[in-house]
């Protein structure tokens, strides 16, 4: 049974854990720093999951991702953007798609007009997610994105909500 929940402290081992792996931050925001110690992981359970709709996927009990979704600002602040991901274990599995239908039911009251999410070019796994979930293919955005000193394309994905 998947739930979406506040994260906890006791998260900090798995989030260390998982944010380690270079596949899943491979598409991932270089925000997210690497390697990613414990003090990182300290900052993210009592500052950075609170900017918005931040929540830990859990399934049967035990933690194994993240997805959320940050408001955006100014003229973009009825306009919230989307981010995810796994632990590696869980890839394949329908967990991702099943949290972001469940987090866009518990968004339905919510100020958002509109969530958005950026998938690199080539991560087709992220991009059959947001297709499953009603998203639409809104454009493709050139060398939009530098990340291990390479520039990547990315892919902009949008949903109206109300």
Known sequence: ?????????????KVIETLNDPEVTRFLSSRIPSPY?????????????????????EV??????CIGIEPGQH???????????LAREHWGKGIATEALRTLLAQIKRSNFARVQATVFQ????SASVLLKCGFKKEGNLEKAVYKHQAF????LYG???S
């Not at 049967?60 to 991702?65: A, K, Q």
């Not at 990547?152 to 892919?155: E, I, L, P, T």
């Open 37 to 57: 110690a414990a003090r990182d992981a300290d900052w993210w359970l009592s500052v950075g999951c609170k900017n918005g709709i931040i929540r830990a996927i």
């Open 1 to 13: 049974m998947l739930t979406l929940r506040n994260f906890d402290i006791t998260d900090n081992p």
């Open 75 to 85: 003229e973009y602040s009825f306009t919230g953007e989307l981010g995810y991901w």
């Open 60 to 65: 049967d009990g035990n933690f194994v991702g």
């Open 159 to 161: 949903k109206v909500i």
């Open 122 to 125: 080539g991560n087709t796994a």
């Open 152 to 155: 990547y394309n990315a892919v």
